[in-house]
């Protein structure tokens, strides 16, 4: 007999296993269904970013940077240092067990709010009269029945036409955490986020890593100035950038792999590498749902069609995260989750889409929230621009890490904050100022009043914003 629930939530990444635990929150009976398996074969919520993404490479990255330090650093520090030496075993399996210590977290999470979890793969089986009936195939198949259905079930990486990841030679982001020992020389197609990060990861143990993107600019996304600075300094660091080129065959064999492609010019070359990541971009995971058992609709990519509030075209069905529009990030999947929990129980849900910042964690990290300059140019746009460099940031000296700046970018007329765009030291952390400036609809001016601590990193954001109005007080 198939068990009943209020809402089943198909996929335990961060919009997933968010949106379950907020619905149970909300007094509604709640399933959550996810296939993963950890090497033991049992289970492992949180998806591509808990397993395979977000937090795994957070942990290669802080190995990585503690080793760089030691190299390079901790003798301006008085510090040193004799016989240092990486073992990239102990490195991943503090990977693992910080991976591992998640998973078991959301387990705790679904325990502590009543949430039950059922291990394997979700699918739907057939409308039914006030709701749906969604099949579990995992060590025994089970049939759940609910009348609310949240599919949250992510996206994978993108493969090269005709190159398969083998995850030994030729990885996705998937083997790229894997890699067992340093090597000689690594190459990256496509500069996307984890390919930047791991990338970085490797650099700094040791490899020589060249990076193929097909674009013309580095970075597109990101605001111009800062990507130019932040290029610069990957440049400075040892990372080999090519742009513009086309990527032809790709052959593996004993030594490697092989990357015949052509150059900004047109010109011929070759690339041998060890390892290959491909980071290309992500498709979304709706292959085995069996959307047309119920007619639920999916565009010519294979995202679920919703609306703004993130409804499918089925009454009682929504979907969140990497699956449907927008930016694949972990953060806005976690907003859309609480939003559609909150819908169900008849609140007004929200997730403004002009404020999810973006972050990329390379050395230096990159991050920003709003329009870009280029965008603002574009729209015809009339702005004002403030910028101040971390090299005149006294936390910044202090630190050893005076690369990157802040850029505001505010309305010429009203000053209301359009973009601030960050490149250096814990960009990641100081973003969330800007974010909550920008929900608020604050000015520059607003951020310029606000008393920062002295010395912090956060006094080179109020200076910038100080720049907008060019009345900076320490550069």
């Known amino acids: 007999m198939s068990k009943q629930f209020d809402v089943i939530v198909i996929g335990a990444g961060p919009g997933g296993y968010i949106a ?40 290669l990255l802080q190995s990585s940077e503690h080793f760089d330090q030691a190299s390079h650093h901790f003798a301006e520090h008085g510090i040193g240092v004799k016989g240092l030496s990486m073992d990239v075993s102990t490195m991943v399996a503090r990977k ?47 049939s759940l029945t609910g009348k609310q259905v949240i599919v949250a079930t992510g996206s994978r990486a993108r493969a090269l036409p005709g190159t398969p990841f083998d995850e030994e030679s ?30 970085s990861v490797w650099r700094r143990l040791g490899a020589e890593v060249t990076i193929l993107e097909g674009l013309p600019t580095f970075l597109g996304a990101v605001d111009e100035q800062i990507a130019k600075e932040a290029h610069k300094a990957f440049i400075k660091q040892g990372l080999k950038i090519e742009l513009g080129v086309k990527v032809g065959a790709i052959k593996t064999g004993k030594k490697g792999v092989s990357i015949a492609y052509e150059n900004a010019k047109g010109e ?7 390892k290959l990541i491909i980071s290309i971009g992500r498709l979304a995971n709706t292959e085995g749902l069996n959307a047309e058992a119920v007619g639920l609709k999916l565009d010519e ?11 499918t075209n089925l009454p009682g069905v929504w979907a969140v995260g990497d699956v449907v529009r927008g930016p694949m990030l972990a953060h806005k999947a976690e907003e859309e989750g609480v939003a559609v929990a909150e819908r169900i129980a008849g609140q007004h849900g929200h997730v403004n889409f002009n404020t999810v910042p973006w972050v990329i964690y390379t ?29 005149a940031n ?31 030291p814990m960009a990641s952390e100081l973003i969330a100022e800007a974010v909550v400036a920008m929900e608020f609809r604050a000015s520059s001016e607003d951020i310029a009043r606000i008393c920062h601590a002295h010395p912090s990193l956060s006094e080179a954001t109020k200076e910038a914003a100080l720049a907008v109005d060019k009345r900076s007080l320490n550069f």
């Open 20 to 59: 379950a635990i907020r619905a149970a929150q909300l007094g509604f009976k709640v399933a959550c269904i996810d296939e993963w398996k950890n090497d033991k074969g049992g289970p492992a919520p949180g998806g591509t970013c808990t397993n395979v993404g977000c937090i795994p490479s957070k942990a």
């Open 96 to 142: 693992d067990l910080v991976v591992k210590q998640n998973n078991d977290g959301i387990l705790y999470l679904f325990k502590k709010n009543k949430v039950s979890f059922f291990h394997g793969r979700g699918s739907f089986a057939k409308a039914v009269e006030g709701g749906y009936e969604i099949l579990v195939t995992g060590a025994a198949t089970e």
């Open 170 to 199: 030729i990885l996705s982001n998937d083997g790229a955490l894997r890699i067992g020992a340093v090597p000689k020389k690594l190459g990256l197609i496509g500069s996307g986020v984890i390919g930047l990060e791991m990338g």
């Open 268 to 274: 011929a070359q070759t690339l041998d590498v060890d």
């Open 301 to 311: 990519r294979g995202l679920v069609v919703v609306d703004d509030d993130c409804r």
């Open 363 to 391: 050395s230096p990290e990159i991050a920003w929230v709003g329009q870009t300059e280029q965008q603002l140019k574009a729209a015809g746009r009339a702005y004002k621009a403030g910028t101040f460099p971390f090299l």
């Open 394 to 424: 006294g936390r910044a000296r202090a630190l050893g890490d005076t690369t990157g700046m802040v850029k505001f970018l505010a309305d010429a007329a009203t000053d209301e904050i359009l973009g601030v765009h960050i490149v250096g």
